[in-house]
């Protein structure tokens, strides 16, 4: 019944291997300033980090934004429409966070927009809840939920594909995985095939939702590694307070 | 309960940056009419189908040029590094931060053609500043959240930050620049290197 091992997991022992291995060195403790931007940067792997970074973008110029382009061609109601079906797919790791969370009325919503748009949104095809009801998506996840328990980020993680994170939020990541009902979904080439093209449309959708933002930072960024990482951190902060909802909201890891 | 803590100590080094004796306070109707008019104004020149691409560049430019407290959002980003470096390298930051700002945001909003903006529900205000927010929406594009910061600067309303989605643009440029800036041995000329450079691109 058990599924392989993911490839985030083995991301993840790669970064854990990286921390131990590449670690910057913090600032001396006469230059006061310069240890509290260390610290609040929390970035102690950082060489790793970068070399992961540069690693990432590699791979990105070379397939994930060309594909990107290419997806674009599609109409955007049908881009719409992947990211609609996939939110609907997301609901049970959402609604699980929501309610860890003590949020009864977002769960309410999640669970409210699950049916709707299962139904008369014909599986999550049309975001029904949003256009007829004017209840829009949220997301959560349980990297999340674990800030909301006083759970610190942990060093900053910087991974090819997945792009930047932090140790609370890549163990999330990995609780999420295992509470999506595909991964208990038994076994066989077709479960298989049905999580492939699930987990490669996430990542396109994911990627298209960043899309100009990546080319704004690659164009524009003195440091593009520097502004990811606080970007990354900042956009975070408002996910866990739940200032991040104005409709149609990326998966944010 | 860390993040918090950040933002805190963000807020409070900005205080601590910006503050001057004679810094009045902002109201937050007078801030989002700034807003309104400022937007507008922004929003008819990229919509402006009589315009070369190059010319609504232009255009957009000199209404940033107006709106925003370039030299408050400049120091602000240099951070700690504004006071180790010396005033000729404060002068030439300044010019190069301005024509980069400019060039980007400019660059960025130019792009957004048939773009429509809505003053949002909330309106807050902190000690010397207010938050105005608003939703930016494009055809074939998601409507994302845009915040404007505003304070007074000489008297007017000027704009001291951008934060789209949660994310403040001046912190991430201050962690950016300080990143070019360490990795350059500390020295703030290492920043205007690659200032210059970008800028001759």
Redesign the interface.
Request: proline share 0%; glycine share 6%; charged share 30%.
């Given at each position: 019944m058990q599924r392989p091992l993911p490839a985030i997991y083995l991301c993840a022992i790669a970064a854990l291997v990286g921390l131990l291995a590449g670690c910057a060195t913090p600032p001396p403790a006469s230059d006061p300033?310069?240890l509290a931007?260390y610290r609040?940067?929390n970035d102690p792997a950082e060489p790793f980090n970068r070399a992961m970074f540069d690693v990432h973008q590699a791979i990105d110029g070379a397939i994930l934004r060309p594909l990107n382009g290419a997806y674009r061609w599609l109409p955007?109601p049908v881009r719409h429409s992947v990211s609609s079906v996939l939110n609907n797919l997301r609901t049970p790791v959402v609604l699980l966070n929501d309610m860890l969370q003590g949020e009864p009325v977002r769960a309410g919503d999640t669970l409210g927009r699950f049916v709707i748009n299962t139904t008369l949104g014909l599986g999550g095809i049309f975001d029904v809840a949003e256009s007829r009801f004017g209840v829009p998506v949220h997301y959560e996840d349980f990297g999340q939920t674990l800030?909301t328990f006083?759970v610190?980020?942990g060093p900053f993680l910087f991974l090819p594909i997945l792009g930047p994170s932090n140790l609370r939020d890549l163990a999330g990541l990995g609780v999420d995985t295992a509470a999506q009902p595909l991964t208990w979904f038994g076994q066989g080439l077709a479960v298989d095939l049905l999580a492939g093209v699930r987990g490669g449309a996430s990542m396109l959708d994911t990627r298209d939702?960043y899309f100009d933002f990546i080319d704004?930072i690659n164009?524009?960024?003195?440091?593009p590694?520097?502004?990811m990482?606080?970007?990354r951190?900042?956009?975070?902060?408002?996910?866990?307070a739940n200032?991040?909802a104005?409709?149609?909201q990326p998966p944010s890891r | 309960m860390l993040l918090l803590n950040r933002r805190d100590f963000a807020v409070l080094s900005l205080g601590l940056l910006c503050t001057s004796p004679s810094q009045a306070q902002m109201d937050t109707a007078r801030a989002a009419g700034f807003i309104q008019a400022a937007g507008d104004e922004l929003v008819a020149a990229i919509n402006n189908p009589g315009l070369s691409p190059a010319a609504r560049q232009e255009r957009v430019a000199s209404i940033l040029r107006r709106s925003v407290d370039i030299e408050t959002v400049g120091r602000f980003v240099l951070g700690r590094f504004w006071r180790i470096a010396t005033p000729a390298e404060q002068q030439d930051y300044l010019r190069l931060f301005e024509a980069s700002l400019i060039r980007n945001l400019a660059g960025r909003f130019g792009e957004y053609q048939g773009v429509r903006f809505a003053l949002g529900r909330t309106q807050s205000r902190t000690e010397d500043d207010a938050l105005v927010s608003t939703v930016v929406t494009r055809p074939n594009s998601n409507p994302f959240n845009l915040d404007w910061r505003v304070a007074e600067s000489g008297g007017q309303p000027k704009i001291v930050d951008l934060i789209a989605e949660g994310t403040s643009l001046r912190l991430t440029q201050r962690s950016e620049y300080a990143s070019v800036i360490q990795r350059g041995g500390g020295q703030v000329a290492a920043l205007l290197t690659a200032m210059r450079a970008q800028a001759a691109r």
């Open positions: 300033e310069a931007e609040a940067t955007a800030a006083g610190a980020e939702y704004d164009r524009t960024s003195l440091d590694y520097a502004a990482r606080n970007a951190r900042q956009a975070r902060a408002a996910a866990i200032r991040d104005v409709g149609h | -």
